[in-house]
C-alpha cells in the first residue's frame, strides 16, 4: 500500500512538472502576444538633481511595487500549474521582427532579406545568446503609470534577459543567477560594429535605394565633405517597394567615459535596429569636440590618434566628429553654436551629407529604454504615421492620461469638441521670413475635413513630450529667437528633448533656412517650428511615463494641460514654466533633470543606494 501511495505521488508529481513545462514553453514572444502587461519598456530619461516640495495633493508614498519587483521577485509572477513552488521562470526570445520573406512581406516590400553576421562572428540567429528574453508573466500589480501611453506591448524583462547577450553578467557566477544562461564569450575590443553595419547592409543591399560604401572615410562634419546634390523628395518613400532607412545618431562628447553599461546599451541598440533588420536602421555615435581642435579632413593618422586616445576599440569605426568651428563654418550667420541652443545644427548637416536616409533618429546616451528597441521605435512610427492631421497640433499640445481622457478615440473626440469654434493650426504656418512649400490641406476649414487627410503620411517629425507655445510662458528659452523680422513675436513651438525622428524633407528645409538666410531658434523649438513653417506632418508620441509618488489624477490633469484645448500649456499656469511645477517635472521618468528614473534604473541594475534600498536582487 505505501508503494503504491509513493508511486501515485510520484505520478502526480510528474504529471504537474510536465504540464507545467507544456504551459511555460519557451516558445518566442511576439509583440502581438497578449502578456498581460500595460506597458513595460519605458523610455527614460534619468539626470540628477535636487526634488523640490510638491503640493497638497501629492501623497509622499510610493505604490508598493516601485522597487519591489527584483530578478528574484519575478518567481512570484511565475505562470503554470506549478507557480506554487515560486520557481524562477524561464525567459524566452522576444522577437518583434516581421516575417521577412514571406508571401506577405514580400508584396510590398522589394529584395530579398539576408541574415547578418553577429559580433560572435557567426550568423544570427534567433536565440537567448543572440536576443532580448523576457517572460511570460502578468504585471498587473506593477507601478501605475500617469502619464501617457500607445499601444506598446513591450517584453518584460530584468537586467540579466535584457542586457545579457550584450556582455551583462559575464563576469557574474551565472549558477547564481535565477533563469539567467551565461551566452557564449565575446572579445568586446576586437569587434568592429561599424564594419558589422556596413557588411549587413551590402548583404541586404536590394531592399534599398542609394546604398553607400563611404561611411567610415566621412569622420567628421567637414564642409569640405559637402559634394552631394540637394534631393527635393518628400519624406515619404521614394519608392512603394523600397525599404526606408533610418540613421540613428547618439549624442556625446568628446571624453566621455564610457561604462560598462553604456557600452551594453549600444550594443543592444545596433544589435536590435541594425543587424537583426538588415540594415534598415544604421547606427552612428556623433561626437562633440566643442572647441577642441580636430585633424585635418584628410589626415587619416591623425584620426586614428584622435580615436584611440578616447574610444574603446569596438566604436571607433561607428562616429562622426564635429567641434564648434566646423558648425561657424556651415552656418556663419548665426552667432551661436553652443548645443544647447543649436542641437539640431550637427543632425542638418549629417542629413546634408548622409541624404541615402529617409529618417534621422537622434538619442542621447544616457537615455534608456529596458524593452526592445526595433519594436518601440517601429511602433511610434507607425503611431505616428497613422495619426490625421485634423486637430493634430492640439493633441501634440497634450498630456495624454489614460485614467482620465480614457481610450486614444475618447481623447480625440475630447479635443474635437473643445475645438468647435477654437481656431486650429490648419496647413502652413509662416513667420515673414518664410515662403512654405509643403502640403496644402483638401480644405479651407478642418471642420469639413473627416479625419482623413495625413492617415498613412510618414510623420516628418516624432517627439516624446508635448508641444507648446512658449511665446507667453516662462520657459527660460522662450526668447532664443534669431533674424526672425518679427523678433520675439514670431509665432512658434518648443518640444523639450532634443531627442526626437526627423524626416530628410524637415531637415532640409531648416539647414536652408539657416545657411542661406541665418534664421534660427533654440533647440527644442527648431525641428517643431519648422514643421509648423512649412505645414509638415509633426507627432507627438505619447510614450508610457512614470511618476513617483501616488497622485489625484483630476488635479494631476489640470496642471499638464492648463489652459484652452487650442492654446494647452501656453501661459502663466504652464507646466513648462521652470520652476513653477518641479514637483511633478522632476519626478517623471522622461524628463531631463530627474533622480526617479536614474533611481529606478539603478535598483533595476541591481545596485543599492545609501539608504540600504535596491540590491542584487
Not at 561599424?194 to 562634419?221: E, F, I, P, S
Not at 520657459?475 to 533674424?483: C, K, L
Not at 522632476?586 to 543599492?608: I, S
Request: aromatic share 14%; glycine share 8%; with cysteine.
Amino acid at each position: 500500500m505505501m508503494v503504491s501511495s509513493a508511486r501515485l505521488l510520484a505520478a502526480i508529481v510528474t504529471f504537474l512538472l510536465l504540464a507545467s513545462f507544456l504551459f511555460t514553453r519557451a516558445t518566442n514572444l511576439r509583440p502581438e502576444d497578449d502578456i498581460q502587461l500595460k506597458p513595460v519598456g519605458a523610455l527614460w530619461k534619468p539626470r540628477v538633481v535636487g526634488l523640490t516640495k510638491g503640493e497638497k495633493f501629492l501623497r509622499y508614498h510610493r505604490s508598493s511595487g516601485f522597487y519591489s519587483t527584483g530578478t528574484y521577485s519575478l518567481r512570484r509572477f511565475s505562470r503554470g500549474w506549478f507557480s506554487f513552488f515560486h520557481s524562477h521562470p524561464v525567459p524566452v526570445v522576444y522577437d518583434p521582427y516581421p516575417d521577412y520573406n514571406s508571401k506577405e512581406w514580400r508584396k510590398t516590400w522589394k529584395g530579398r532579406y539576408r541574415t547578418c553576421v553577429g559580433p560572435r562572428g557567426t550568423s544570427l540567429k534567433k536565440k537567448r545568446e543572440n536576443m532580448m528574453s523576457g517572460y511570460h508573466w502578468n504585471a498587473s500589480g506593477w507601478v501605475y503609470h500617469y502619464l501617457t501611453e500607445f499601444s506598446v506591448l513591450d517584453c518584460p524583462g530584468d537586467r540579466y534577459s535584457r542586457y545579457g547577450p550584450y556582455g551583462a553578467g559575464e563576469d557574474e557566477n551565472a549558477g547564481d543567477i535565477p533563469g539567467f544562461k551565461k551566452p557564449s564569450s565575446v572579445h568586446w575590443d576586437k569587434v568592429d560594429w561599424g564594419t558589422l553595419q556596413q557588411n549587413c547592409l551590402q548583404r541586404n543591399a536590394g531592399r534599398y535605394d542609394n546604398v553607400r560604401q563611404d561611411h567610415q572615410k566621412m569622420w567628421g562634419l567637414h564642409r569640405g565633405n559637402d559634394n552631394t546634390t540637394t534631393h527635393t523628395q518628400p519624406s515619404n518613400p521614394r519608392s512603394a517597394q523600397s525599404k526606408p532607412r533610418s540613421a540613428v545618431i547618439m549624442r556625446t562628447w568628446i571624453g566621455m567615459n564610457f561604462t560598462s553599461q553604456d557600452l551594453q546599451n549600444i550594443r543592444a541598440i545596433v544589435m536590435e535596429l541594425s543587424l537583426f533588420s538588415g540594415g534598415e536602421y544604421e547606427v552612428f555615435i556623433m561626437i562633440d569636440a566643442q572647441e577642441s581642435g580636430l585633424p585635418d579632413i584628410s589626415d587619416e593618422d591623425g584620426v586614428k590618434r584622435l580615436k584611440e586616445s578616447h574610444l574603446p576599440p569596438e566604436l571607433r569605426n561607428m562616429v562622426v566628429y564635429f567641434n564648434d568651428e566646423i558648425l561657424r563654418d556651415w552656418y556663419p550667420q548665426l552667432e551661436n553654436h553652443k548645443a544647447i541652443l543649436q542641437y539640431f545644427q550637427p543632425m542638418q548637416i549629417f542629413a546634408q551629407l548622409h541624404q541615402e536616409f529617409d529618417f534621422y533618429w537622434q538619442l542621447e546616451m544616457d537615455a534608456r529604454h529596458t524593452g526592445h528597441l526595433y519594436d518601440f521605435l517601429e511602433r511610434a512610427a507607425e503611431f505616428a504615421k497613422m495619426q490625421p492631421r485634423k486637430y493634430l497640433w492640439e493633441r501634440n499640445a497634450h498630456f495624454y492620461m489614460p485614467a482620465v481622457h480614457g481610450s486614444w478615440d475618447n481623447f480625440m473626440q475630447r479635443i474635437d469638441q473643445h475645438m468647435r469654434g477654437q481656431k486650429s493650426i490648419w496647413g502652413p504656418l509662416p513667420p515673414h521670413n518664410i515662403t512654405p512649400d509643403g502640403p496644402i490641406p483638401p480644405f479651407k476649414d478642418p471642420v469639413n475635413d473627416n479625419y482623413q487627410w495625413g492617415v498613412g503620411e510618414e510623420a516628418d517629425l516624432i517627439t516624446w513630450l508635448p508641444h507648446f507655445d512658449p511665446e507667453k510662458t516662462e520657459w527660460p528659452f522662450r526668447n532664443e529667437v534669431y533674424n526672425f523680422e518679427q523678433g520675439s513675436t514670431t509665432t512658434r513651438r518648443s518640444s523639450v528633448v532634443a531627442m526626437s525622428r526627423t524626416s530628410k524633407g524637415l531637415l532640409r528645409v531648416m539647414h536652408r533656412d539657416q545657411i542661406s538666410k541665418g534664421l534660427g531658434l533654440v533647440s527644442e523649438m527648431s525641428a517643431v517650428s519648422w514643421a509648423m513653417y512649412y505645414g509638415l506632418k509633426a507627432v507627438q508620441v505619447p510614450h508610457p511615463m512614470y511618476l513617483d509618488g501616488i497622485w489625484n489624477l483630476a488635479g494631476l490633469e489640470k496642471r499638464v494641460n492648463s489652459g484652452n484645448a487650442s492654446h494647452t500649456s501656453a501661459g502663466f499656469r504652464s507646466i513648462w514654466n521652470w520652476g513653477h511645477h518641479d514637483d511633478i517635472l522632476y519626478r517623471m521618468t522622461y524628463m531631463f533633470h530627474t533622480a526617479f528614473p536614474e533611481k529606478l534604473f539603478r535598483f533595476w541594475l541591481g545596485y543599492e543606494d545609501d539608504d540600504g534600498e535596491g540590491g542584487p536582487e
